[in-house]
């Protein structure tokens, strides 16, 4: 079982600049593929980054490209997303989710991929 905590989240405006982070928790020393998934009000959860467990492969939607990041510290069980120049367009709640896997060199983007996820932490962007 794995336990997924966002934060970093709240109220910015256009053209600044947040870091959302994530702290797992398990039991075991497995590792995880993790992502960063959003939702905007009346609008489905859509997929915004995602990392591989050696932290060398990453994906990104079309959206946030050139203006997220997302990166890990696998010691402290910690994935981030910094975010920069944000748009009221990004306003969403914020979602971490974690797959386990063996494979170090893997990542997900689809949101059925992933087993465990966080609680959610919510961005406003105002203009």
């Known amino acids: 079982q794995v336990h997924l905590v966002e934060s970093g989240g709240g109220l910015v405006q256009a053209g600044g600049s947040l870091r959302l982070s994530c702290e797992y928790s398990?039991?075991?020393?497995?590792?995880?593929?993790m992502g960063w998934f959003r939702q905007a009000p009346g609008k489905e959860r859509e997929f915004v980054a995602a990392?591989?467990?050696?932290?060398?492969?990453?994906d990104y939607s079309d959206s946030v490209k050139g203006r997220f990041t997302i990166s890990r510290n696998n010691a402290n069980k910690v994935v981030y997303l910094q975010m920069h120049s944000l748009k009221p367009e990004d306003t969403a709640v914020y979602y971490c989710a974690a797959r386990h896997t063996f494979n170090k060199s893997i990542y997900y983007s689809n949101m059925q991929e992933y087993d465990y996820w966080g609680q959610g932490t919510q961005v406003t962007v105002s203009s």
């Open positions: 990392l591989s467990w050696d932290g060398g492969l990453t």
């Open positions: 398990d039991t075991t020393f497995n590792g995880y593929v």
